[in-house]
């Protein structure tokens, strides 16, 4: 009997929680123990044959679940906005070829406008290349991101304002990644859940845990089970929504990176089954 105990067919890691490892590493390493799930970081993208990525994906039986991460529209500098419409473009392209039915965003902000600036900026920059993400069959996913990264990283800090965006653009294309790294603290994240699933916009499902304390900003995130993240208790309200896509695991780590990824792939696999 298959129990949900072995269950990795949801299973999906991100190319960035094994850094130390090319994209060929990556999908060999993966599908040797029977995770068929990946998220493609752009970087392991730089310098390769998409043709031949998607052959080798496709020859270990991969599921592109998205391409991270496109974004980082807002600028006070009018050539550095063209500039990302240019970027996110390529994104979708890259996506396409790859067979990625998605980009994720790191919305981006910028510290010498307000915040609502970076947003019109950001809705504006989503419509621009909406048209193309349609003819190519990859659709948005804008993810929200912590309140520490608001100056820099991204106008987009809670599930509400990434569905009241989505609500306005209102577009089959564009939906919501939701990461329990930057949302597990909102006391309105469940009913906020429940909106984005009632309008059919979780596009994907990102999951981590937050360590304490937390020593770097950016690359200390934990393993589930290591931090204070009711990861679970999450995934339960991500699913109650009917929400059937991968849990994708997203991890900057320098403690982890500096340890034998195929040994860390086998406690990915671990906290997945016991944490996740
Ligand atoms: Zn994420």
């Given at each position: 009997m298959a129990s949900q105990l072995t269950d990795f067919s949801k299973l999906c890691v991100h190319t960035l929680t094994t850094k130390p490892w090319d994209l060929r590493q990556c999908v060999e390493n993966y599908s040797a123990v029977g995770i068929h799930g990946i998220t493609i970081w752009r970087n392991v993208l730089e310098n390769q044959n998409l043709k031949e990525a998607k052959t080798l994906l496709d020859d270990c039986g991969m599921n592109v679940v998205s391409v991270a991460r496109g974004g980082f529209f807002p600028s006070v500098e009018k050539e550095k906005r063209q500039a990302a419409i240019s970027d996110n473009l390529f994104c979708i392209e890259q996506a396409a070829t790859v067979g990625a039915p998605l980009i994720v965003l790191v919305c981006g902000a910028d510290g010498r406008q307000p915040l609502e600036k970076s947003r019109e900026q950001l809705k504006e920059g989503i419509l621009k290349i909406l048209p193309q993400a349609k003819a190519a069959g990859v659709k948005i996913a804008i993810e929200p991101l912590h309140p520490?990264?608001?100056?820099?990283?991204?106008?987009?800090?809670?599930l509400a304002q990434a569905n009241k965006m989505t609500e306005e653009i209102n577009d089959d294309f564009v939906g919501i990644a939701a990461d329990v790294y930057h949302l597990w603290w909102d006391n309105t994240l469940e009913a906020e859940i429940k909106r984005c699933g009632a309008n059919n916009k979780l596009f994907a499902f990102h999951v981590c845990d937050w360590n304490v304390?937390?020593?770097?900003?950016?690359?200390d995130r934990g393993l589930m089970?290591?931090?204070?993240?009711p990861v679970k208790q999450i995934r339960g309200w991500v699913e109650d929504t009917g929400f059937s896509g991968h849990n994708e695991v997203e991890i900057f780590s320098d403690k982890y990176w500096a340890t034998d990824q195929k040994a860390y792939l086998e406690k990915i696999k671990n906290a997945y089954l016991n944490f996740t």
């Open positions: 520490m990264y608001a100056a820099d990283r991204s106008a987009i800090n809670t304390p937390t020593i770097d900003f950016l690359n089970g290591d931090g204070c993240i």
